[in-house]
């Protein structure tokens, strides 16, 4: 059973840093490229990032780049997201996803974990 399991969620204020992690098990982790998808309260579904098997080409969205960074562990089956200089626009539940890399079609998701950005 494919299980991604998203932590390190938090309210910061604008400016601030998170750090977001997302566990796989359940599937070889290492050949799948993945991606974070976002969604903020009332609004869709937002891709935000992918990355491909090897780690070495990452995608953003054009509204997080050079502020968010995507990167992989594949020995520890891990994704991450780093996300520098909040804005209040990035307050949304984010998701890990397996299968996607440009686009927000993907295979399966986790439940999420809650950003909340705000002074």
């Known amino acids: 059973e494919v299980q991604l399991v998203e932590s390190g969620g938090d309210l910061a204020q604008p400016g601030g840093s998170l750090r977001l992690s997302c566990a796989a098990s359940?599937?070889?982790?290492?050949?799948?490229?993945m991606c974070w998808v976002r969604q903020a309260p009332g609004k869709g579904l937002e891709w935000v990032s992918g990355?491909?098997?090897?780690?070495?080409?990452?995608y953003y969205t054009d509204s997080v780049k050079g502020r968010f960074t995507i990167s992989r562990d594949n020995a520890k089956a891990t994704l991450y997201l780093q996300l520098n200089s909040l804005q209040t626009e990035d307050t949304a539940m984010y998701y890990c996803?397996?299968?996607?890399?440009?686009?927000?079609?993907?295979?399966?998701r986790g439940q999420g974990t809650q950003v909340t950005v705000s002074s």
């Open positions: 359940g599937f070889p982790f290492k050949v799948y490229s």
């Open positions: 990355i491909n098997w090897s780690g070495t080409n990452p």
């Open positions: 996803a397996k299968g996607c890399y440009v686009s927000a079609t993907y295979d399966s």
